[in-house]
């Protein structure tokens, strides 16, 4: 009878415990060469909506190191770029928009006479003004031959600065790439302590091969990064090298600015669930919806194949979306993308369009919003008073649940069982506006629905809840 009520309990309120995306999947866009030359990896979205996409031989020996573009009508992408020897272009890593002007990060070739090892450090870096590659340029290069840094995972803030992920303490930097600047391509600094500690949590460049860098970098394009309260996101893959273990994930970077980011220093980003502890693939690309300002992040490897959206508070995660994937190893949608290793994802400015690049499919793969309101503000702070569905839900033992307030509030927050008695309190007091994450642990308490009632001055919200032990 205890199994039955459980079972009656799951399914009468599966609706509510569902995954639900605000995104739909609408096609798959293919390429204008053979497969077999092509490995689709980091993609942006320029201020006209065309769509950018770099192929690289790091994680393809077979495949064209080159940069592809689409317009949203546009069914393929088209070569723009191969960089070829003569370019000194050994892999591409990165790529970048401001505007419609386009940067593309490279790993060099070796110096004639030097014997390079996998790791070989130099970087170059490539500008397509206005996206046209018959005027590009190499934008940056290494100041001196004998020293250098492999730069990852760039991307550029409102104000003209670049980003980037670097090899060197495993750590963040930025480059004045502001076209007005006389400054324009110098390096700025990168975020430092010593010469020898790793600023990234977890990183330290497993040898030999140093394989567990930084691949993607991500920001808010609502946020302020004059500001060291504005977060900086990384994704680090973890190492197959002796020592390297399962070190890899998401690292939320403060305390620095675009313009002085020597003060950066990051925290380890978990989720209950444990889906952002990545793994060896590369290169779990990462992005900010700009109308939610939930950080989306690929899962790569075969284990994963799905694209989820979290709401980072501090160095906590909380599942919040899902791009539909009928291929993914947790919550399949048949009316999905047939994701096989997705590899990274871009939004539009007005986040209702979003792009997946597929390592495995050979594709890249298009999704349109269905949300009809935004939820937060641009400074990342609730318009409402919002309770968001615990997570995960059923849970065993313990949920996270998320409460955004607009402003500063007195809250009051109670769990229920299905008689209508309290069976914990998780908050009682005044608490600054923004998100604040609760923790409820059923340990102690049988199996059933339950109900968490919050309170934040005159207004009550509620969600239900299901522990399954």
Not at 180 to 188: H, I, K, L
Not at 222 to 236: F, I, K, L, M
Not at 247 to 256: E, M, N
Not at 329 to 352: K, L, S
Request: hydrophobic fraction near 35%; charge should be neutral.
């Amino acid at each position: 009878m205890r199994w039955l009520l459980l079972l009656s309990i799951t399914l009468i309120n599966g609706v509510v415990f569902s995954q639900t995306s605000s995104f739909t999947y609408s096609g798959s866009m293919s390429f204008s060469i053979a497969d077999s030359s092509i490995a689709p990896y980091l993609c942006v979205i320029d201020s006209s909506g065309d769509v950018w996409v770099v192929s690289t031989s790091a994680v393809s020996a077979s495949a064209i190191n080159g940069l592809f573009e689409a317009s949203p009508t546009d069914t393929s992408f088209h070569l723009v770029a191969q960089f070829a020897d003569s370019d000194s272009v050994r892999d591409v890593t990165g790529l970048a928009v401001h505007g419609n002007d386009v940067f593309v990060s490279a790993r060099m070739a070796a110096y004639t006479g030097y014997k390079a090892p996998y790791y070989y450090p130099y970087s170059e870096m490539f500008y397509l003004p206005d996206g046209n590659p018959a005027k590009m340029v190499i934008f940056k290069q290494p100041d001196y031959k004998d020293y250098g840094t492999w730069y990852n995972g760039v991307t550029v803030s409102n104000d003209g600065y670049i980003y980037y992920g670097q090899s060197y303490l495993v750590t963040i930097g930025t480059i004045d790439g502001r076209k007005t600047s006389p400054n324009f391509g110098f390096t700025v600094g990168y975020a430092y302590i010593d010469g020898s500690t790793p600023i990234e949590p977890g990183g330290g460049l497993t040898n030999p091969n140093a394989l567990d860098q930084i691949r993607t970098i991500a920001l808010n394009p609502d946020s302020n990064y004059s500001s060291p309260a504005a977060v900086v996101y990384t994704s680090r893959n973890s190492s197959t090298d002796p020592g390297g273990g399962a070190s890899g994930g998401i690292a939320a970077w403060t305390g620095g600015t675009e313009s002085n980011p020597l003060g950066y220093r990051a925290v380890r980003v978990t989720d209950i669930s444990g889906f952002l502890k990545l793994g060896t693939n590369t290169p779990y690309g990462i992005a900010v919806d700009p109308k939610t300002g939930y950080l989306f992040v690929c899962g790569t490897d075969s284990t994963r194949k799905w694209v989820k959206g979290f709401k980072v508070s501090g160095n906590y995660a909380v599942q919040t979306d899902e791009l539909p994937s009928s291929t993914s190893m947790d919550v399949t949608d048949p009316n999905g993308a047939p994701f096989v290793a997705p590899a990274d994802v871009a939004f539009n400015r007005e986040g209702t369009v979003a792009y997946v690049t597929d390592e495995g499919a050979k594709k890249v793969f298009r999704f349109e919003s269905t949300a009809t309101n935004v939820v937060e503000k641009p400074n990342g702070v609730a318009r409402t008073f919002v309770l968001q569905q615990n997570y995960p839900n059923p849970f065993n033992p313990t949920t996270k649940i998320v409460v955004e307030l607009p402003s500063r509030s007195n809250i009051k927050a109670d769990v229920f069982n299905i008689l209508g008695q309290r069976v914990a309190t998780l908050a009682n007091g005044v608490v600054a506006p923004g998100s604040h994450i609760l923790t409820f642990d059923g340990s102690r308490l049988s199996s059933g629905l339950y109900i968490c009632r919050v309170t934040a001055g005159s207004q009550t919200r509620e969600i239900k809840m299901v522990l399954v032990k």
